[in-house]
């Protein structure tokens, strides 16, 4: 039986993640500031004996013996992180400090979650771990998309100077229950809308697009990366170029924003709303779309969920999100 | 009389700025952990009343009543970092954090010296401060270009969220005295090289140009951005589309390394070195050229100093720094 902890465990992924590893019949610690992060993502958890939640912030040191530590405290969405932008930055560079200097003096395995958002405003498409990024370094999303290719590169620093083992995990967008309703991003902004008979608001032309990943299909990779053995996996990536494993993790199937409104929306016929159309945010990209080449090959995985399968899943959260609804 | 702290100040180019602030009349404290500055660099001014040296760690945390801190901590030639990129990125990321933190609650003002590897592998040349850069975040050179990029980011998270009155500089490839001579960086090689009478050593084809500015013209720079009253600047800035100043401070004059090595070798008409190749470093980058035009009209600056002029102030200091010279 491992021992695991979930960094930012009480949110969306994260809390998917901790039911997964409790399946399998290990013992999971939940790490939460509960920033963004709800203790009701892990209702259901907390009386299981192999389940312990510990709330603190990762940006301040912190001790425990595990195996494997999953790292993904972090704001995530735009609306949150851009309300906080030295707290979110500090989550990710100061929080990834403390645990690879955990996982160095414990022997612990690292994943960390990293994000396509590493790649700002893709100049090359689909992107593959060896592409770069466009990022603006002074722009309104680097505190989050800055703070993250930082965390990455401690990552790499520490095992090329301290061997820790680490694997990085590059998501796209994702989406499924556990969501936060409020978050801003594009998937539960037109499902609430929707159910809300609001109007779908959609930011810039909405031919911009989109790969969307359901949940279940990021936690079956993230689980599958963490399983390998270290020095196969580590063979396998130098011979992909790489010194330590970075891999996208997401849909490819790529969608315009109109699509995925339009799809929303056919799956709530009874919904009244209409398709409204405002402005684009500063340095919002254009288009992103992983290349899973190498996920496949090293972790022997593809996603499975059609968008609209993981849409209905979504849906029926969502519905006990709304106001009024009893979760 | 104004009250300077200068992190990292017992280096290359803290020394220089050191000197310049009390030639002013002011009060200057140099903090460095001397992992590459040189207490010999600040010879000459330990006595000075108005001078303080500290030993101290910018990662660690600390405090002092300044109207002006100058950030320069960390080590900033390839050899050095590559040989601690953890402590690198530390000192880029949690140094500039300690800085922001303590000029938050003291009020004081901040110049934050980033620099042109925050633009990488350019794909614009020259390089205006919009251009967003090209770096590999999991490269030999990341721990010092994420490092400067993240440490970007949260000057302008700390001017948005805290109001801090920040100022960036991203400095180009300076020379001069006091430059570390086993730095491993281009002007110091050859030039040691050929004083040496050793073969002088070219990586790549020698046909990768970059533009080398002398520490003096830097020094003007840096110092009257510093002068400048905030809102005039701020709204001088916002007229060319940044929240916070930014400006590349560089000279825009274009030389191949090949070039260079030349001019070293025609002010040493008595060396007998030769010109050798080898292969070039991984992610090294190709062309550097900085666009001047903001820091033109922000600080009514250029720069002033010739190539060979500077080269021959750089080679008398190094001609006191050959093995068994006396300084």
Same mark, same amino acid.
């Given at each position: 039986?491992?021992?695991?902890?979930?960094?930012?465990?009480?949110?969306?992924?994260?809390?998917?993640l901790a039911r997964r590893l409790l399946d399998q019949g290990d013992e999971v610690t939940v790490m939460d500031n509960l920033f963004t992060g709800n203790k009701s993502n892990i209702y259901g958890l907390m009386e299981n004996p192999r389940f312990t939640f510990i709330l603190h912030?990762?940006?301040?040191?912190?001790?425990?013996?595990?195996?494997?530590?999953?790292?993904?405290?972090?704001?995530a969405s735009p609306i949150h992180y851009q309300r906080n932008p030295?707290?979110?930055?500090?989550?990710?560079?100061?929080?990834m400090l403390n645990v690879l200097e955990l996982a160095l003096k414990t022997k612990a395995r690292v994943l960390h979650t990293s994000t396509s958002e590493i790649y700002g405003d893709p100049l090359?498409?689909?992107?593959p771990e060896t592409y770069w990024g466009n990022i603006n370094t002074i722009g309104i999303r680097s505190c989050y998309d800055e703070g993250k290719r930082a965390a990455e590169t401690l990552c790499v620093d520490y095992c090329r100077e301290y061997n820790v083992d680490v694997r990085l995990v590059r998501i796209f967008n994702t989406y499924g229950p556990?969501?936060?309703?409020q978050d801003g991003r594009v998937v539960s902004n037109f499902i609430m809308q929707a159910l809300q008979g609001h109007d779908i608001t959609i930011y810039g032309s909405g031919q911009q697009t989109r790969s969307?990943?359901?949940?279940?299909?990021?936690?079956? @990779?993230? %689980?599958? *990366?963490?399983? =390998?053995?270290?020095?196969?996996?580590?063979?396998?990536? #130098?011979?992909?170029?790489? !010194?330590?494993?970075?891999?996208?993790?997401?849909?490819?199937?790529?969608?315009?924003i109109?699509?995925? @409104?339009? %799809?929303? *929306?056919?799956? =709530?016929?009874?919904?009244?709303?209409?398709?409204?159309? #405002?402005?684009?945010?500063? !340095?919002?990209?254009?288009?992103?779309?992983?290349?899973?080449?190498l996920a496949g090959e090293l972790c022997d995985w593809a996603p499975a969920v059609p968008l609209a399968e993981g849409l209905k899943h979504a849906i029926a959260y969502f519905r006990t999100r709304l106001p009024g609804a009893c979760a």
């Open positions: 039986m491992k021992k695991h902890l979930i960094t930012g465990g009480a949110g969306f992924i994260g809390s998917h912030d990762v940006t301040q040191p912190f001790w425990g013996q595990f195996d494997e530590i999953y790292n993904l405290a972090c704001p030295v707290e979110t930055i500090k989550a990710s560079f100061v929080g090359v498409h689909p992107q556990n969501m936060h309703p969307f990943q359901y949940v279940d299909d990021l936690i079956e @990779a993230v %689980t599958r *990366l963490m399983q =390998l053995e270290r020095y196969p996996l580590a063979e396998a990536c #130098r011979r992909h170029g790489f !010194d330590i494993p970075v891999v996208n993790v997401g849909n490819p199937n790529e969608f315009t109109r699509e995925l @409104a339009e %799809t929303v *929306l056919a799956l =709530l016929p009874e919904s009244n709303s209409k398709i409204v159309y #405002r402005a684009l945010p500063m !340095d919002d990209p254009q288009r992103r779309k992983p290349d899973i080449t």
